[in-house]
């Protein structure tokens, strides 16, 4: 008696696969449901415009007095000295960070799949919290590159001389990829994302993001005015993307205030109840 019931997980598996895939795309398009969604939809509105109007102010005032200056004290690129940023800045490459972020997601669906009860269920809840995490960084990372492609300004010294107003929109390559950073974008974003899951960590987190901002100024990738966009945009998708996860209570609550809180890491009596039927079928 005890080997079909052995044998009869591994016979399911790849339909356990399927359904945790499936479970895992379908809750991100469900129709939102949070009673609180409009608070919270209008606070997201609030910062928003604040962020784009105050980061506007900084952008401009950094293009007009700052961003000619600074390049111009910063080490000639290419300098051999300057090899450990170079490594340090690709840990706020975006590919880097979504193909990590992937490899997590589909390792943990093979994991769950094997799993049942309440140790799927936690697995699971962890997983919503990667896709947050992944879709922050992704959302933040396409918003950046249309950016990119319609402002179309030239990085630092293309065209031979530190001209900071140099811009041919719609121009299309990477010479003229500077506003915003792709690296300050992604960091900031999953900055912001890792702390509105953990808190705790928010000091780690923006220490990081900052150090990756200054990385791209130091190898002369990118004008101040460009990883001071880079990090509102950053901060700005993954702000949407916690509204879009929190409206259809995934990993996060809403306040009456329309304040958008983590969800407690442990699972709820309603999970558990949820877990254990899970499991008996």
Do not use: C
């Amino acid at each position: 008696m005890r080997a079909p019931a052995d044998s009869a997980p591994r016979a399911g598996y790849p339909a356990q696969v399927l359904a945790v895939t499936r479970r895992g795309l379908a809750q991100l398009v469900r129709s939102p449901s949070h009673s609180r969604r409009a608070e919270a939809a209008r606070k997201l509105a609030r910062h928003s415009l604040w962020l784009a109007v105050a980061g506007s102010i900084a952008i401009i005032a950094l293009m007009v007095t700052f961003d000619q200056t600074e390049i111009q004290l910063m080490p000639p690129r290419g300098t051999p000295s300057l090899w450990p940023i170079r490594i340090l800045t690709d840990f706020g490459k975006d590919e880097y960070l979504l193909s990590v972020l992937g490899a997590a997601l589909v390792v943990l669906a093979f994991v769950a799949a094997g799993l049942h009860g309440t140790r799927r269920a936690l697995l699971l809840g962890f997983g919503t919290r990667l896709q947050f995490l992944f879709l922050s960084v992704a959302v933040s990372a396409l918003v950046t590159e249309i950016l990119k492609y319609v402002i179309g300004r030239g990085r630092p010294f293309v065209g031979g001389t530190p001209n900071p107003f140099n811009f041919v929109p719609f121009e299309g390559t990477g010479a003229y990829a500077s506003l915003p950073s792709g690296h300050a974008v992604a960091a900031f974003a999953l900055a912001f994302a890792v702390s509105s899951l953990w808190p705790r960590l928010r000091a780690f987190m923006f220490t990081y993001a900052i150090v990756i901002l200054l990385t791209r100024l130091v190898l002369l990738a990118h004008h101040p005015s460009d990883v001071v966009a880079g990090a509102l945009v950053g901060t700005a998708g993954a702000m949407a993307v916690r509204y879009w996860f929190a409206a259809r209570r995934l990993g996060f609550a809403i306040r009456s205030d329309g304040t958008i809180v983590p969800l407690p890491g442990r699972v709820s009596n309603r999970l558990k109840k949820v877990a254990r039927g899970a499991s008996a079928t």
